[in-house]
């Protein structure tokens, strides 16, 4: 078992240093691993001794299990990647994955807030420091489509407000720049003119958002204080983190962005991941024609 894990742990750190791949994407891959390794020492087979039929009815065991298609479809990528790097390091002969069929998947196109719901949401109803600071993440949030790690990362250098961008590090540590629009700009400025001063307490820090006892926020502590904020603005609809991320997409897209602009922006790694946003947008489209077209019936 020592070298199995070995194997296992040789790809992770390929998959860390020469990919770039994300801690949690990481670990996903890792579960998987060690999930079959398992199962393979069960059937009395290891990583580099295995054949097709072992992979066959893993997947089968993990769809009596009741794994979802996006589950299955992740493990079967896990098996892919590690194989092919098996293969590539000259420590299998074979691809014992080349029949392996992945489930497809179901297109999910993601959830939205409406232009008017979004007005609603970046109102401050109180001059508190919370609260101008918690309409300073939404407006970065919304105007910069950063994923809610990148904004809880953000330190004061990271944003350059006469000339209207932030800089944050995302997946893989893949540093970015993105524009910031006047009513982020405006938001931060207010915040940064007094009440991240009074949330600091006198201590020395460059973390930009500050939780109320002076620290950094964190992704957790986000999501609730924008559950919160959506009641209090009368947003009946669940809202989370990255549906302002799906909002900021999607918006732009309305109003002409172009998809290759709108990638970068997200720092998309592929444009086909981007491209989700644009069905979004035709479909909109068709709701609003389908809605007022008198012809459309």
Not at 134 to 157: D, F, H, Q
Not at 258 to 281: C, F, K, N, P, W
Request: charge should be positive.
């Amino acid at each position: 078992m020592a070298e199995e894990q070995m194997l296992i742990d040789n790809y992770l750190n390929f998959l860390k240093l020469e990919r770039g791949l994300a801690e949690n994407t990481v670990a996903a891959y890792r579960r998987d691993l060690k999930r079959l390794s398992a199962f393979l020492a069960g059937r009395g087979q290891g990583l580099l001794t295995c054949e097709a039929n072992d992979l066959f009815l893993l997947v089968y065991h993990l769809r009596s299990e009741g794994k979802a298609a996006r589950s299955l479809a992740r493990a079967t990528a896990t098996l892919r990647g590690f194989f092919s790097y098996l293969l590539n390091e000259g420590l299998r002969s074979e691809d014992p994955t080349l029949y392996l069929n992945t489930p497809k998947l179901e297109k999910v196109l993601p959830h939205v807030l409406s232009e008017q719901a979004m007005d609603k949401l970046l109102t401050v109803r109180s001059g508190t420091d919370l609260d101008q600071r918690n309409l300073a993440m939404l407006e970065v949030m919304y105007g910069s489509g950063l994923r809610v790690s990148e904004l809880t990362n953000l330190c004061v250098k990271d944003v350059a407000l006469d000339v209207g961008y932030v800089r944050c590090l995302g997946k893989g540590g893949k540093e970015r720049i993105v524009p910031l629009g006047e009513c982020a700009v405006q938001a931060l400025n207010a915040y940064l003119r007094g009440p991240r001063e009074r949330l600091r307490r006198g201590r020395r820090t460059e973390v930009l958002f500050l939780n109320a006892r002076g620290n950094r926020l964190t992704r957790q502590g986000f999501w609730q204080i924008l559950k919160d904020w959506a009641r209090a603005h009368g947003l009946e609809q669940n809202v989370f983190p990255h549906m302002l991320r799906h909002t900021f997409a999607t918006h732009l897209l309305d109003h002409g962005a172009d998809l290759r602009s709108v990638q970068e922006m997200l720092g998309h790694a592929d444009i086909s991941t981007t491209q989700i946003y644009t069905h979004l947008s035709r479909q909109r489209l068709l709701e609003v024609f389908r809605r007022a077209h008198p012809r459309s019936q």
